[in-house]
């Protein structure tokens, strides 16, 4: 069978090799042009020249962009949908305009007053009280001596001194009165006894820590009398108080004198008990203001208490923080345009020259607004307060520097709260006088004010409100009578372009209650003795209410 398969295909060739079977298309369909085929071997060349350089790698992507311009520029873009991008919720300061639009309802709105239903939860399962200890031992002989600079404004300084009280009760030394260091923002030379009353101070830590004004001159004449010559530590901020113990006491008994400068946040917030009542005594006990000032404070409450006579003497302390640093540093864009954003980028470069302008750094005001870091305006603090219930004949008193464009910004605030008082318009050009160059004693002036009002109303955060909320738990039963915003809620809620002064008034009311209950909050791990000095300064007068609450820490 084999050979003669092999013999019929060997007729067809004359004995050649067999031929491949023709192709299906060669046999059924019709035979290329000479001139096609040309075309075709052209191109085939083409392409074989590009793959061989590889270039069509390259080529064939700004052929098709090409292709696509081509044809875009052909159609029509009238019917294609727009997306139009919105702003984030509470991204922008529209604050202006939802007030001009509630304002009818607003001024409607006076049937109740805040003042005499703000505080609920005020004694809610009993009063704190102040329970710090006396010492009744005697001190033994000091180690040597710790001379401190204090840094920073007001409050901040108050920090490294009551700090200073506890470090230096800790290492059995000789405190000697803090130095203020001179600061170029704050501009202030008062010294301690300007603002605090060096006697008092003495007298109430002598039992606790030995204060002296110098350092005794048989000890100093070793330096030369140069303080300067004295050995200073460089100590990392929020340092254990073991750090201390382990490397400044050793090296404190071999000088017998050290300095520490400088001295603001030295010393971490959790503490052993012995070192955390020597704060509570330094802050709460032994730090009173000097005469000069206390006796302007108290005339000045008085004058309060007596505009506020249809309130029974009550009266609402707000903490404003609308001074143009306050605004350019925290970089928000409120409604003044080109000239405001030329004015604050100016004041930015004034205050922190290059901080804001290095390369890589991104600034996103919108961002900022929404994460509740601006600063609130006069005219969204009487939103604010008039929403949260507060009439427009209640008094209120005014701690602030320097108000950025005051005229245009106090406007709207001065029509919600007639009554607003400053220390400016409560004391005369004369009173004054001796305070108004001294910026730490002006703000003494307002913390004293701030301290005995009904309400205080935090605006920012900062020392001065830490310091006011921690002291007015002490004098008020555990509870700080404090409001403080949600500044992220409030970000939105003033963005919204549609809500009515009902929806408003409800959810500020909200956030009220919230600051009564958040006002009797217990100090937990990590915060600070100066804002929560229960239970370390105050103690329950139910006994097993106050091991709860220490077992709990």
Known sequence: MQKQAYSRLGSFGGG????????????WGRRPSAKGGAARRAARAVLAALLRRQAVFLFAPLLYVAAMLLYMGSVSLDGVPRIISRPAPGSLYRSPQLYARLRPEMDADNATDALATVWRHAYKGGVWQPCISNNTYGLPEPNG???????????????SICNAVAVAGFLNATLVIPNFHYHSIWRDPSKFNDIYDEDHFVQRLKNDVRVVDKVPGF???????????????????????QY??????????????????P???RLSVDAPPAVQRLRCLANF?????????????DTLISRMREKSVENNGKYVAVHLRFEEDMVAFSCCVFDGGDEEKKELDEARERGWRGKFTRPGRVIRPGAIRMNGKCPLTPLEVGLMLRGMGFSNKTSIYLASGRIYKAEKNMAPLLEMFPLLQTKETLASDEELAPFKNFSSRMAAIDYSVCVHSEVFVTTQGGNFPHFLLGHRRYLYGGHSKTIKPDKRRLAILFDSP???????????LSMRSHSDAKGIQIKRANESVYTFPSPDCMCHPNKSEHSKHIQAR
């Open 145 to 159: 001596y710790i001379y401190v600079e204090a840094n920073g404004g007001l409050n901040q300084q108050r920090t």
């Open 219 to 241: 000890i100093m004449e070793r330096f030369s009398n140069n303080l300067s010559n004295v050995y200073n530590f460089k100590i990392k901020a929020w340092s254990p108080i």
């Open 498 to 508: 549609r809500i009515g002064w009902k929806s408003l008034k409800r959810q500020l």
């Open 263 to 265: 001295f603001a946040n």
């Open 16 to 27: 050649a090799a067999p031929s491949p079977p023709p192709s299906p298309r060669r046999a």
């Open 285 to 297: 006990e032994a730090l009173k203001f000097s005469k000069p000032i206390t006796a302007l404070s």
């Open 244 to 261: 201390y113990k382990d490397v400044v006491l050793p090296k404190l008994i071999e000088e017998r004198v050290i300095r520490i400068s």
